[in-house]
T-cell receptor, first 110, second 112 residues
């Protein structure tokens, strides 16, 4: 079955500390993987997709097919990173359904 | 401005009274989708559409209907709403399936 697991509901770190938001997935085939972010009172927006391999707002995410993970990382957290983060997948298997994880709320303390 | 527009933004209604939430995108996207967001559950896909006249069930389609008669519009219909459909609903679109999605601002539905 297709599934996305974000094991942490809440992650609290101090400003300047490294942050890692975990995402594990279950999928038969090669999925498209995404990280979306939802800042307070704003719409969801794309943060990263796995095929772009770029860094957005200092965040990176590496697809590890062996561990079926797509963890989101940032070396130095900023207060403005406080938001809700969702990992999601889509792909041919299942006809391009989109599966979201339950989300992780990141709180960056001053 | 490229955007996904949902209406209404807020709605309080009663059990059994049919309602429609509209969704429109101006980006000529083929793929459109509806999600509901509930605390602790993240976003769950209700229905999606790969193109005009092509719709498929997501993970939680029960109690909902959709149609895709035009490329830009993808309304969500609750024929007989019930309290367990009280939720925050998001419409989204993307160029094609498997591509990054653009989201609307959300519609908060309360069914009493």
């Amino acid at each position: 079955a297709q599934r996305v697991t974000q094991p942490e509901k809440l992650l609290s770190v101090f400003k300047g500390a490294p942050v890692e938001l975990k995402c594990n997935y279950s999928y038969s085939g090669s999925p498209e993987l995404f990280w979306y972010v939802q800042y307070s009172r704003q719409r969801l927006q794309l943060l990263l997709r796995h095929i772009s391999r770029e860094s957005i707002k200092g965040f990176t995410a590496d697809l590890n097919k062996g561990e079926t993970s797509f963890h989101l990382k940032k070396p130095f957290a900023q207060e403005e990173d406080s938001a809700m983060y969702y990992c999601a997948l889509s792909g041919h298997t299942g006809g391009f359904k989109t599966i979201f994880g339950a989300g992780t709320r990141l709180f960056v303390k001053a | 401005e490229a955007q996904v527009t949902q209406n209404p933004r807020y709605l309080i209604t009663v059990t059994g009274k049919k309602l429609t939430v509209t969704c429109s995108q101006n980006m000529n996207h083929e793929y459109m989708s509806w999600y509901r967001q509930d605390p602790g559950l993240g976003l769950r896909q209700i229905y999606y559409s790969m193109n005009v006249e092509v719709t498929d069930k997501g993970d939680v389609p029960e109690g909902y209907k959709v149609s895709r008669k035009e490329k830009r519009n993808f309304p969500l219909i609750l024929e007989s709403p019930s309290p367990n459909q009280t939720s925050l609903y998001f419409c989204a679109s993307s160029l094609r399936g498997g591509q990054p999605q653009h989201f609307g601002d959300g519609t908060r539905l309360s069914i009493l």
